[in-house]
């Protein structure tokens, strides 16, 4: 199955009122494992990558090629979008060049008059070639690729004017942080969030920093419109996790434990558990 944009992956999701997951890659085996759990959940799901990680993993095409042939190989049949995290101007330009199918341009560190003209160019673009496109208004909190953030709320009539450009699916601040969430942490502004939703007439909403954030939040906020959550803290405990319990219990010291096989695969199987235990959150199971 091909590679398609996450446009009507996320109007689905928004009138039947589930989320798909957004899933961000760091190598193979984590392509691999979260591509199982999408098609053993029966769901649609969106992999992600930020700038960062496609240089760590070196460079767009070996990344698509990588998600591409992996598909083929697996025999996946649920719907999967390329999705570019986070992307800056000039990257998410390059995405729509090697044929993401799926971008986030990240204007909100910009003054919103940037951003509304940075946001037009990146949406005609895109939608010139079938590509869906993400955009964000307020900063989410946190710290992503270096950059930090206090977070902020999103304006809903900037969101409004953002929506206006005619962008697939909007990411708004609403209290929502990367990374680990502080034990003082407010929790979302639901308010805020039902007054984006109206300003911008029930355009699919993106909550990033989904990871950490209790599960009555989360069912509250799809309720309210959010059609996308990112995760990726989560997934990189839950490995961390594992391998912390793989080497105490000195699995290492069996035959073959040293394998990078066997090691990556103990990981793995918690971050598969982990996708999978999202999805089920998220309401996709079965969505596909």
């Given at each position: ?107 909100s560190h910009y003054r919103f008059a940037e951003n509304i003209e940075k946001s037009k160019q990146i949406i005609e673009l895109a939608h ?161």
């Amino acid at each position: 199955m091909a590679l398609i944009s996450n446009k009507e992956m996320l109007r689905r999701a928004h009138d039947g009122h589930y989320a798909v997951g957004a899933f961000n890659l760091n190598n193979l085996e984590w392509t691999e494992y979260i591509l199982r759990a999408a098609q053993d959940m029966k769901s649609p799901v969106i992999v992600e990558v930020s700038e960062a990680q496609i240089e760590y993993m070196c460079g767009y095409q070996t990344v698509r090629g990588m998600v591409e042939s992996m598909m083929d190989y697996l025999g996946i049949t649920v719907p999967v979008a390329l999705h570019l995290d986070h992307g800056s101007f000039e990257g998410a330009k390059r995405a729509i060049e090697e044929g993401y199918t799926s971008v986030m341009f990240d204007g909100s560190h910009y003054r919103f008059a940037e951003n509304i003209e940075k946001s037009k160019q990146i949406i005609e673009l895109a939608h010139a070639r079938g590509i869906s496109v993400e955009c964000e208004v307020g900063g989410i909190g946190g710290t992503e690729d270096g950059k930090t953030s206090g977070g902020e709320l999103a304006d809903p009539e900037e969101c409004a004017a953002i929506a206006a450009l005619g962008v697939d699916s909007l990411a708004a601040g609403i209290g929502n942080i990367h990374g680990k969430y502080p034990a003082d942490w407010k929790g979302l502004n639901f308010e805020r969030l039902a007054e984006i939703q109206s300003s911008t007439n029930a355009i699919p909403l993106v909550l990033h920093g989904g990871s950490g954030i209790p599960a009555d939040q989360i069912k509250k906020a799809v309720s309210l419109g959010v059609s996308k959550i990112n995760v990726n803290t989560e997934c990189g405990i839950a490995f961390s996790d594992a391998l912390k319990e793989y080497y105490g219990k000195k699995k290492e010291e069996e035959p073959k434990g040293y394998d990078p096989r066997v090691i990556m695969s103990y990981g793995m199987d918690a971050v598969y558990r982990m996708v999978c235990g999202k999805i089920q959150l998220f309401g996709s199971r079965d969505k596909a």
